[in-house]
C-alpha cells in the first residue's frame, strides 16, 4: 500500500533509481582529486577500519570502465592516501567515491575540475592540445606528487585585477609563465586542470616529480615569473609519493 503519496511521485522516484545517463564535458574530461584518511579503528578482530580489497576492486573497476585512477601515499596530517581520478562521466567519478567510502576510507579533502586548454593557448598545435584534454596519467619515472588549487587575483584597480588586465598583457604574461615551466622539463610533468564556477579556486595543479626537491624548485622558481608574483593565490599544497594502490594500501593500512 502506498496511502497518502501521489501516483506521480512514485513515478520519479522509480527514474531516479535507474541507470544514470552518463554526464561528460562536451571536449575533455572530468576530474576529481579525492584525499582519504584512514577511518577509527574496528574494536573486532584485527582493528582495521578499511576494507583493502574493496579500494582494489574500485580502482580496479574503474580502470576497467576506461577510467584514470592515480594513487598516492599521503605525507603529513592532512590525508593518509589521495586519488586523482579522469573519466568522461561525472557519474563515474561519483561511483569511485562511493565505492571508496563505502569500503571505509573517509574523504577529508576534495577538488573538482575539469581538463581544459586556456585561452591562452589557443595556438598550440591540435597533438598538444590532445595530450592536454586527455592526459595519460601518472608519468612513468615521477613518483613524487603535490597538488595545489590556485586562482588569479581581484583587487580594487586595474593594476591589481587580473581579469581587468588586457587580454594581450595576460597572454603575454603566461607565455613568460609557460618558458620558467618548460625549463623543467624532463623532472617534471603538470596537469592544470579548470574549475572556474565547479570548485572554489578556479584552477588544480598537480604536478608529477623524479624527486621531491624538483616539486619544491618548479614552483619556487615560477613564482619569480610575473604573472605569479603579481597575480597568483595558492591553496594548500597536499604532497605524497604516487605508487600502486597496492603498494600504497601496504604502507599507510598494513593488513587492511
Known sequence: MNEGRPLGALHSFSRLTGVTTPLAPSVG???LHLFCKLGD???GPGGAAVDGQAVIRAVKGAEADDVQVVTVAMLGHKADVGFVVLGPDLWRLRRFQSELQGAGLVVVDSYVSLTEVSEYAAGIPDDMKQTRLYPSLPPA?????CFYPMSKRRGDS???NWFSMPFEDRKAMMYGHGAAGRAFAGRIVQLITGSTGIDDWEWGVTLFGVHPDDLKECVYTMRFDEGSARFAEFGPFLTGMVASVETVLEQIAPGA
Open 41 to 43: 579503528p574496528s574494536p
Open 29 to 31: 574530461w572530468g576530474v
Open 141 to 145: 619515472g615521477m613518483s613524487a606528487f
Open 158 to 160: 586595474l593594476e591589481t
